[in-house]
C-alpha cells in the first residue's frame, strides 16, 4: 500500500496490516483482536521487519463489522489494555460471533529492527 501527504508527497515510512477475523463475543462490550506481539509479527511476515516501539499508542489501530448481516451492532474503535492487547469496542454489549476487519499502521520513524 502507497500512502500520500496532502500535498501528494509518497509516505514510504509508514507499514499498514490489514486482514479480517471472526471473532466469538460473550455479552460484552469488547473482544481482544491482537496483542502488541502478534501485531509486530504481522509487520514482519508482510515487510521483513519488525517495528521496536513497545509503546501502544505508535499503533495505529481500526476496526470495523464487516458482515453487519451476522451481527447487527456498531464497531465504535479500538483501544489498548496492557492485560490484553488491542481491542475493538462495540456499541451495545455483544453476543455471538463477529466478523471484524481490522487495520494496523506503524510509522517506521519510531524504530524497526
Given at each position: 500500500m502507497q500512502?500520500?501527504?496532502?500535498?501528494?508527497?509518497?509516505?514510504?515510512?509508514?507499514?499498514?496490516?490489514?486482514?479480517?477475523?471472526?471473532?466469538?463475543v460473550n455479552n460484552s462490550y469488547s473482544v481482544t483482536m491482537h496483542t502488541l506481539d502478534q501485531i509486530k509479527?504481522?509487520?514482519?511476515?508482510?515487510?521483513g521487519?519488525?517495528?521496536s516501539s513497545n509503546y501502544a499508542p505508535d499503533y495505529f489501530a481500526e476496526y470495523g463489522n464487516?458482515?453487519?448481516?451476522?451481527?447487527?451492532?456498531h464497531v465504535d474503535g479500538s483501544m489498548y489494555s496492557n492485560s490484553s492487547g488491542y481491542l475493538a469496542t462495540f456499541k451495545d454489549p455483544v453476543t455471538g460471533d463477529i466478523h471484524i476487519t481490522y487495520m494496523y499502521v506503524y510509522?517506521?520513524?519510531?524504530?524497526?529492527?
Amino acid at each position: 500500500m502507497q500512502l500520500v501527504d496532502r500535498y501528494g508527497n509518497n509516505k514510504n515510512s509508514i507499514l499498514v496490516v490489514t486482514g479480517n477475523v471472526v471473532k466469538y463475543v460473550n455479552n460484552s462490550y469488547s473482544v481482544t483482536m491482537h496483542t502488541l506481539d502478534q501485531i509486530k509479527d504481522m509487520f514482519k511476515n508482510k515487510y521483513g521487519v519488525t517495528p521496536s516501539s513497545n509503546y501502544a499508542p505508535d499503533y495505529f489501530a481500526e476496526y470495523g463489522n464487516a458482515n453487519m448481516q451476522a451481527m447487527g451492532t456498531h464497531v465504535d474503535g479500538s483501544m489498548y489494555s496492557n492485560s490484553s492487547g488491542y481491542l475493538a469496542t462495540f456499541k451495545d454489549p455483544v453476543t455471538g460471533d463477529i466478523h471484524i476487519t481490522y487495520m494496523y499502521v506503524y510509522d517506521t520513524s519510531k524504530g524497526v529492527d
